[in-house]
């Protein structure tokens, strides 16, 4: 099966745009998280969706917001950037087993807010 | 919020040594999973422990889970220049987002 595919994998933006990037989870796999890492803060966790619905939020604010479609791709959109929103974003398609829940992770989106 | 502490922070080691790094997370929880991050790329899923796990293997990874600690160590036997990276703990909160450590570097050198 292939992997967890992110687009794109870098973009350069000033502050006060708006990006949104994208995530293909594994086929079969219907929940998609993403997280935002960062020196400071380390890996944070911003929201995950599962059959088209927001099932998780963390701690950001309302700038940072999300969408999945029906064939479980899945959407991020931060509007009116700001310098600390540079970032790695992570996107992680969820698969759970038998008691197991394991992630697997895209290889990210560089986001540089100039 | 991070879940947990990691230690070492940075771990320097020749290649054929073994390499042993530590976590601590605060609240109970379902499993808990190692990842690998070479230079800001993504994050390799390694390996899951249960909760009701005590040690998990896989190749030359051994994790261990002591929950009545709350402590998780992973060793890596007879470490190669290519395991040179940061490694992750990472614990899930029962609703499914993860938290995760600050993470280990490992540098092997050749």
């Known amino acids: 099966k292939a992997g967890v595919t992110q687009t794109p994998r870098y973009l350069i933006k000033t502050r006060g745009q708006q990006v949104t990037l994208s995530c293909s989870p594994i086929?079969?796999?219907?929940?998609v998280s993403w997280y935002q890492q960062t020196p400071g803060q380390g890996l944070q966790f911003l929201f995950e969706y599962f059959s088209e619905t927001q099932r998780n939020k963390g701690n950001f604010p309302g700038r940072f917001s999300g969408r999945q479609f029906s064939n479980s791709r899945s959407e991020m959109n931060v509007s009116t950037l700001e310098l600390g929103d540079s970032a790695l974003y992570l996107c992680?398609?969820?698969?759970?087993?038998?008691?197991?829940?394991?992630?697997?992770f895209g290889p990210g989106t560089r986001l540089t807010v100039l | 919020s991070q879940q947990g502490e990691e230690d070492p922070q940075a771990l320097s080691i020749q290649e054929g040594e073994n390499a042993t790094m530590n976590c601590s997370y605060k609240?109970?929880?379902?499993?808990l999973q190692w990842y690998r991050q070479n230079s800001g790329r993504g994050l390799v899923h390694l390996i899951l422990i249960r909760s009701n796990e005590r040690e998990k293997h896989s190749g030359r990874l051994r994790v261990t889970l002591d929950t009545s600690k709350k402590s998780s160590s992973l060793l890596i036997t007879a470490s190669r220049a290519a395991d040179t990276a940061s490694y992750f703990c990472a614990t899930d909160d029962r609703g499914g987002k993860l938290i995760f450590g600050q993470g280990t570097e490992l540098s092997v050198k050749p």
């Open positions: 609240t109970s929880i379902n499993n």
């Open positions: 086929s079969g796999h219907r929940s």
């Open positions: 992680a398609s969820r698969y759970r087993e038998l008691g197991t829940d394991t992630q697997y």
